[in-house]
């Protein structure tokens, strides 16, 4: 020990960062294999046969599972999502009341992408007139509810908003209906339905990024600990044989 000087303050910093910072990086790493294990889940339910839409309000976790709806939508009472993006191109996200007729639940359901290069000129869309059938799935974002700030209501339609409540809406219009937005697979009535990767605020990636980065500076601080010890002790040395030697 006497080769080893470290001194007390940076000992008690270590004591109490160093397990701190180790306990980060392995936090991290838990971390994204949560957000891996979710991602994969919610790819086997994309993936998985649409389920009936009578079985839809009784599912606890309903994200990202795929719905078989057979209804017809209600064009009075339309959503312009604005500012979405298809690669360089700007538009919006149609979204309208759908009413299930197996269920007889109103659905919130996204038909997809339209371009808007003019914003002068409003975005044109057609909606079908008749009773259709079509896959859809719940949109919900990873690790959190969708619950959005409120759009005006008594506004005109069709709204062109940034966010919509689905609750809101049906409470607007004195209906009984899901909470969650729904997005239409390719088929009958469907704009562009190429949905992006969705979105996690974190990918598993960048969770395993910030573990390495705890890990290294538990690293730097251990090396930084153990130089200044050896270094202090070296110092300690050169000093009591100069100061022998000045005795003898």
Known sequence: MKRFRPGIAPTLAVVVLLPLLVFLGFWQLSRGEQKRVMLDSYAERR??????????????????????????????HSYLLDNRFRGDKVGVELLQPFLDQDSGLWLLLNRGWLPWPDRRIPPVFTTPQQIVSLDAWVYVTPGTTFQLQADPT????PRLVTVVDPGKLWA??????FTYELRE??????????????????GPEKHVAYAVQWFAMALALLGLYLYLGWHNAREKDHGSGHESTQHS
């Open 47 to 76: 993936a998985a046969e649409p389920m009936a839409s009578v079985a839809l309000q009784g599912i606890a976790d309903p994200a990202f599972r795929r719905v078989r709806l057979h209804g017809q939508f209600d064009a009075e």
């Open 154 to 157: 008594n506004a005109k339609w």
């Open 172 to 177: 607007e219009l004195g209906r009984t209906g």
């Open 185 to 202: 697979d390719a088929g009958p009535g469907a704009y562009e339905a190429g949905w992006p990767i969705v979105a996690t605020g974190m």
